[in-house]
């Protein structure tokens, strides 16, 4: 513990008390698979302008760790992972090159339209961290919170493990705009983010050999701007000053941007204090004391003193969000392998729509496609639900072909998406409930044919996880018939 802190927070004035944190058993490594990512759209009528030649942003992992590093003000990317450092290291990385977001001529970016001003395949999205590990202290209200995992997670038929399964958002539904009601997709738990979401303009830094302004193969930059904020609903409460806007904990931060051309995958990367002291060791400056004032030295560990203060004036939905904070000590939060998180990825329309702005791609971590009820497996509870759903609708105001045919067809299945659509083909029916998401149109192109059957069988013989339509972690024969069956019966 870092008792030379209590002392200052004594001073400024903050409450403390001793809590134990629950721990996280991923060590600080969160593994998403590879080949996993799809398209999903959030245009009315799922036909915005991607870029040129997109290959869907696929996640791998998030890295999130105590950090010590021999040279902080000059590399602090140069380093080991350390679980009593003053410093934390994310490290973010996706398959292939992946470009910096461009900006969307929203909030500070506005006027500014160019999502591909780095590359041709910027990366937007965020990676929420749930620093306590407790689902009912956390989130973001209003339209950020459907920018957000719990809000989009559905999209792609799955749910991640445990009780936070049941605020995830399962349609269009629940969009509804009342916090109070339904699935509360808001109430994430999460505190901090590492944010892409081109509401401001990156600062390149510094580029790679070809200095073209374009993030290539092989290349490394350092790319400055509000990457990591605090969750900004945390912001009518709070007295800090220096951000974006009065109340907000988004300090600009430096973030190393790699592609690895033997591996073939980007890495980005945020060395970012812990405490106080990890501040200044990165800015070769005297230790400053907590604060409330984003102009000098900031740290986790300030701005969930704020958090802490801030919860015994809050009400409303707020309140729900931050009342879990009251009386704690900021010390028992300082452990990022302890963590819990979150992501939700993907790119930008390169058309501005009037009504959406993002195209999700990937999620992690540890989800099941066809789970529903979060248990970590698809199996005949999660079919009953699928069922459930196409009696309950079929034929009714939410089934846009009005007839009673034992299928669900979703008007938009953009804005109206619902999880139990798991091939997302717009419609619910027995393909969902038969194969659990797993549907023979391997390819995506919405036709089956030889070129599904062939992309099976190069995936079956290369050991590729992409075959395994039984579930069971390794291929064998009968994968090659759960493939055939559900290929003839037409289950896109």
Request: net charge negative; with cysteine.
């Amino acid at each position: 513990m870092r008792t030379r802190w209590k002392s200052i927070l004594v001073v400024v004035g903050f409450a403390l008390c001793d809590r134990a944190m629950a721990m996280s058993d991923n060590n600080g490594l969160w593994i998403d698979p590879a080949h996993d990512a799809r398209i999903r759209h959030t245009d009315s009528g799922s036909n915005g302008v991607l870029p040129p030649s997109f290959e869907p942003i696929d996640l791998l992992r998030v890295e999130c760790t105590g950090w010590s590093t021999p040279t902080p003000q000059t590399d602090p990317y140069n380093g080991y992972e350390d679980e009593n450092a003053d410093l934390m290291r994310i490290k973010i990385v996706f398959a292939g090159v992946v470009s910096p977001p461009g900006p969307l001529g929203i909030g500070e970016a506005g006027g500014q339209f160019d999502p591909l001003r780095y590359g041709n395949r910027p990366v937007y999205g965020a990676i929420e961290l749930d620093i306590d590990d407790q689902k009912n202290s956390g989130g973001e209200l209003g339209d950020l919170a459907r920018l957000r995992y719990l809000a989009n997670v559905g999209r792609f038929g799955k749910t991640p493990p445990g009780s936070i399964a049941e605020r995830v958002a399962i349609g269009g539904d629940d969009f509804d705009g009342n916090f109070w009601a339904g699935r509360q997709f808001e109430r994430s738990g999460a505190e901090f983010a590492f944010v892409m979401c081109g509401c401001w303009v990156p600062t390149i830094m510094s580029e790679g050999v070809g200095a073209n302004g374009v993030f290539d193969s092989g290349e490394t930059w350092i790319v400055h701007g509000r990457f990591f904020e605090r969750v900004q609903s945390f912001a009518s409460l709070s007295g800090l000053f220096g951000g974006s806007q009065f109340g907000l904990f988004d300090k600009t931060v430096d973030v190393r941007w790699s592609h690895d051309e033997d591996k073939d995958e980007t890495a980005i990367e945020l060395v970012y204090p812990l405490t106080m002291a990890g501040a200044a060791m990165l800015t070769g400056e005297p230790e400053q004391q907590i604060n409330l004032s984003l102009f000098d030295h900031t740290s986790i560990a300030e701005a969930v003193c704020d958090i802490i203060e801030s919860a015994e004036f809050a009400s409303g939905p707020v309140e729900e969000l931050i009342d879990q904070w009251r009386n704690e000590d900021f010390e028992d939060f300082l452990e990022p392998v302890a963590w819990r998180v979150t992501a939700l990825v993907g790119t930008a329309y390169t058309v501005q729509e009037p009504d959406a702005r993002f195209v999700w791609t990937d999620t992690g971590f540890d989800e099941q496609l066809g789970d529903i009820g979060g248990d970590g497996a698809a199996n005949e509870f999660d079919t009953t639900e699928v069922l459930a759903f196409i009696t309950a609708e079929d034929g009714g105001l939410n089934d846009c072909d009005g007839t009673t045919d034992g299928a669900v067809a979703i008007c938009d299945v953009a804005e109206n998406f619902s999880i139990f659509d798991f091939n997302n083909d717009g419609v619910v029916d027995s393909c969902d409930a038969s194969t659990l998401g797993r549907g023979a149109n391997l390819n995506q192109d919405h036709a089956l044919d030889f070129f599904d059957v062939a992309l099976f069988l190069t995936w079956f013989s290369a050991q590729d996880p992409r075959a395994d339509f039984t579930g069971e972690g390794q291929l064998t024969f009968f994968d090659v018939l759960a493939f055939l069956q559900t290929f003839s019966t037409g289950c896109h």
